[in-house]
């Protein structure tokens, strides 16, 4: 059977596969978005056409802005098929999937173009009891929060650095449950470090402002706010009981029920590194990203990537990434010219290159202390076989010099998650071990499919007829 061809799939409807399906649907462009979430809107945007909290409010101006971006997408004359699992992609641009509601059934397409712009997940914080019941990320409580209304009962504690962590705690006080309390991880030369970039940041004071807000509310809560935490734990039978921490020396303990850890985010580079796209290490993000052009290009022809699965840069920053993307594709699909491309794409960059410029300065203050991205022997890595940071030291010292060759000693990475939560400890721990650069050391070698699919799905793969397939929609509030 023939599989039918579209002029553009975009697999995420964050901001940057919002912002590119939008502008790209303008154009004439025949558009299909694949997106893994029930709804559009991303992690920073989920449900905001539709939200479950009786005042959205709640959750900040910024999720507010993303109410518009959602009510524009979902009323764009393109198709969306959410509940999509892209499993695979090839370097010919044949996509797999499988669709988990509507007219559920797995199936194969070809695009002309793809953009993938499936943004990003948390950095694993691999802390002793991190895999107790009670231990979570901070991204995924605010996924329940944002989707469900849902929050943690019993004492929580927060643990960790970075925006997101300060953000999330400012939404637990407004929607009246403070955290018992926080602990940041942040080292204390990492101030001193980020001055020199201040400058830089100074381009967009609204970032500055808004993080000088979160912490002034938090202040002015009276929660207590632990700086210096060198040592991390969760302790507990069973379940988690208590934190113990370290800070200026002295230890204690925090009684919690529920702990949440951050560091951060990373760029989801599953897809990415299964289709054998290019990835460089990157120092100052101390993550892997695909290897682009100035409008998203990979290596591989007429594959792009939008928004923070390219780096992280932000939601702005990642709608106008989408943005351009848009622009370059309807120019190589005939529906732009090249100068009217270059002329619409001027204002873009100058607004793309604002708001990166705060980044040196985020990335420099919030890097992960070493002791949190590299644990102690005792402390469980891969989650999935069980695989402890000794272990992997241990496999270094009998001569395992990569992510891929650990599999052959342990199993590592080879679990349910295929090393999203263990990939970049693994690969830290044996740069550290050989006093080899990141680079060198490398990463998994992913292969499709990135995530479980049934053999059912695949014994009733079909191709689906896209002009018989109806838009999934919404009604946004």
């Not at 990569?402 to 693994?426: A, D, E, I």
Request: glycine share 10%.
């Amino acid at each position: 059977m023939t599989i039918e061809t579209v002029d553009l799939v975009i697999v995420g409807a964050g901001p940057a596969g919002m912002a590119c399906a939008l502008d790209a649907t303008r154009a004439g462009l025949d558009v299909l978005v694949l997106d893994e979430n029930p709804l559009p809107g991303g992690q920073i945007y989920r449900n905001a056409g539709c939200s479950p909290l009786p005042d959205a409010a709640l959750l900040g101006d910024d999720y507010t802005y993303g109410a518009d971006l959602v009510t524009r997408f979902a009323r764009a004359p393109l198709r969306y098929w959410p509940d999509t699992l892209v499993w695979q992609i090839t370097r010919a641009l044949e996509i797999s999937f499988t669709r988990r509601s509507g007219a559920a059934a797995s199936g194969q397409i070809r695009a002309k173009a793809v953009v993938i712009a499936n943004g990003a997940y948390e950095r694993p914080c691999p802390v002793p009891g991190w895999t107790l019941p009670g231990v979570m990320g901070v991204g995924a409580a605010q996924t329940l929060f944002k989707s469900s209304a849902m929050l943690p009962d019993g004492p929580v504690v927060l643990a960790g650095s970075g925006p997101l962590m300060y953000l999330f705690a400012w939404q637990l006080i407004q929607a009246g449950r403070p955290p018992a309390a926080i602990l940041e991880t942040t080292p204390s030369r990492n101030y001193w470090r980020a001055l020199a970039e201040l400058p830089g940041a100074l381009r967009t004071p609204a970032y500055l402002l808004k993080g000088r807000r979160l912490l002034n509310a938090i202040r002015q809560s009276g929660i207590p706010h632990i700086r210096h935490v060198t040592r991390l734990s969760v302790e507990g039978d069973g379940r988690a009981e208590s934190v113990q921490y370290t800070a200026k020396g002295r230890v204690s303990t925090l009684a919690a029920s529920i702990v949440l850890l951050h560091q951060g985010v990373v760029p989801n580079v599953q897809l990415t590194r299964s289709i054998g796209c290019e990835h460089r290490w990157d120092e100052a993000q101390l993550c892997w990203h695909p290897c682009t052009d100035a409008w998203g290009e990979t290596r591989v022809p007429n594959l792009f990537i939008a928004g923070d699965g390219g780096g992280i840069h932000g939601a702005i920053a990642a709608q106008t990434a989408g943005a351009l993307t848009a622009l370059t594709l309807s120019h190589r699909l005939g529906a732009l010219s090249r100068d009217t491309r270059d002329e619409q794409a001027a204002p873009l960059r100058r607004q793309l290159e604002r708001h990166r410029a705060v980044r040196p300065f985020l990335d420099t203050l919030y890097r992960p202390a070493d002791v949190f991205r590299r644990p102690a022997d005792d402390t469980i890595v891969c989650r999935c076989e069980e695989v402890s940071a000794g272990e992997i030291r241990a496999m270094a010292r009998l001569g395992c010099t990569g992510p891929n060759q650990s599999k052959s000693f342990s199993r590592c990475g080879m679990g349910p998650c295929q090393g999203r939560l263990c990939g970049l400890t693994v690969a830290e721990l044996l740069s550290e071990a050989h006093a080899k650069p990141m680079a060198q050391v490398g990463y998994y070698r992913i292969r499709p499919p990135i995530k479980p699919v049934s053999l059912g799905d695949l014994a009733e793969s079909h191709i689906p007829d896209l002009n018989a397939a109806q838009p999934t929609e919404f009604a946004p509030k």
